[in-house]
């Protein structure tokens, strides 16, 4: 596994946007401290003790006193990074689906790009509904935007500041990481991606099969209105 | 028209307009859009009261009956309704999640 120095450590910032996370938080949090220094939590106004949990965990905790949403989390924990001088931002989820492990190599496939997208391989564990849709969001990208990704709906992914100054998405929810895909496109930026672990901790999270379908309409909607 | 469904029409118009100035008594909104909602349900029980008056401009849109004449402006009337009720809760939105992540990033020490 590559070792991060120290040097460039501080200008790396891991961003967490957490909703009711207080079962997975604390050891997401212990893995993730050992790659970055910098880690920024956002606390999208949980009802369980997942601000606490973060807190005591000795990293910067943000909390919405209002549930907005992953997108919006995402966005508010990004903003406050860039504030902080951050030039690579690391985004991933709570909910243990991503394994901090990986982040040194996100940031090894970020040298040259702009943007590190994460794909699952998808297997039998994967559930069929997801594996379905995730398989129609990406037909529907390579058509509306050209590009040929593994996988469209995975949050774990790395980008430049610069990247992220530009490509600041509107979505509030889950339809931020297709929104960033179609700002990928808009832009040009050069992107790679990685293999990440499927880790499926929750069946009833996520993406659901209405937030499918609101994603490719909003796909064609970006597509048009760009 | 069948008278009937006239007093239920004039019936429904009344009383959109107690809840009008009901809602305007307990200053949930401006005296212009008091005026303007007013306007509506007003305009909305005369012609209940006088179907005749729209005859010809139910000639000129080639509309036969009054019933379709209503459900037809209904329709307009509520999609005009939709289309300003979405962009209003979309500005909202926008207003919240600024003033939210503005909350969260200040509270930081």
Redesign the interface.
Known sequence: MAEIKKSNKKNIWVVIPAYNESKNISNVLKKAKRYAQNIVVVDDSSKDNTYNLAKKEGVIVLSHIVNLGKGAALKTGCDFAIKKGAKILVAMDADAQHDPNEIPNFLNALKGNDVVLGYRRFHKKMPLIFRFGNLFISKTTKFLYGLNLRDTQCGYRSFTSDAYTKMRWDALDYSMESEMIANIGKYKFRYTEIPVPTIYSEKHKGTTFLDGIKIVINMIFWRLSR | MIAGVQIIGFLFGLFMIYLTFLYYKRKEYNTKAFGAWMFVWVFFLLIVAFPTMIYGLMETLKVQRTADFFVMAGFLFFALIIFYLFVSVKHM?KN??KI??K???E??R
Do not use: D, G, N, T
């Open positions: 939105q919240v999640e939210v992540r909350l969260a990033i509270s930081e």
